[in-house]
DNA sequence: ACATTGACGGAAA
DNA sequence: ATTTCCGCCAATG
């Protein structure tokens, strides 16, 4: 019963461990925990956290495979999404990072095993 | 029950 | 490099 809340704290924890003034992907995500799950399951279980969890989920270092800030209209304001990354240290041009696979963390390669 | 949408991603054209 | 199409799975109309 309730596969999703499993899903979601896989989810959530993963985005937790990510370092400061590192970002990661959905997809990323995903694979990590199994591609059984896609990446669109990432972004629904981002869009209940904000909801029914609480601000220990920094959202704001998980953008798209492109290094777009596409969920930042999901966070209070939309600029900031951008601010927090940019207080992390990270540049951010019109919603994109920049050297993204710079400040890539992926979960497969850091937390491999 | 069917169609569209979405914090996505990868392959193909 | 850009656009188009398909797979993914739950939510919503």
Redo the contacts with the bound molecule.
């Keep these: 019963m309730k596969?999703?809340e499993d899903f979601f704290q896989n989810v959530y924890d993963v985005v937790r461990l990510i370092p400061k003034g590192r970002v990661t992907?959905?997809?990323?995500?995903?694979?990590y925990l199994g591609?059984?799950?896609?990446?669109?399951?990432?972004?629904?279980?981002?869009?209940?956290?904000?909801s029914s969890r609480q601000n220990d989920?920094p959202?704001?270092r998980?953008?798209?495979?492109?290094g777009?800030?596409?969920?930042?209209?999901?966070?209070s304001t939309p600029f900031l999404?951008k601010e927090l990354l940019e207080k992390e240290g990270i540049k951010v041009v019109k919603d994109k990072i920049k050297n993204f696979n710079k400040h890539f963390w992926d979960p497969m390669k850091e937390l491999e095993l």
């Design positions: 596969n999703h992907s959905y997809g990323a995500i995903a694979k591609t059984a799950r896609s990446s669109r399951m990432v972004g629904w279980a981002m869009n209940a956290a904000h989920v959202a704001h998980v953008v798209n495979r492109n777009e800030l596409t969920g930042k209209h999901h966070f999404m």
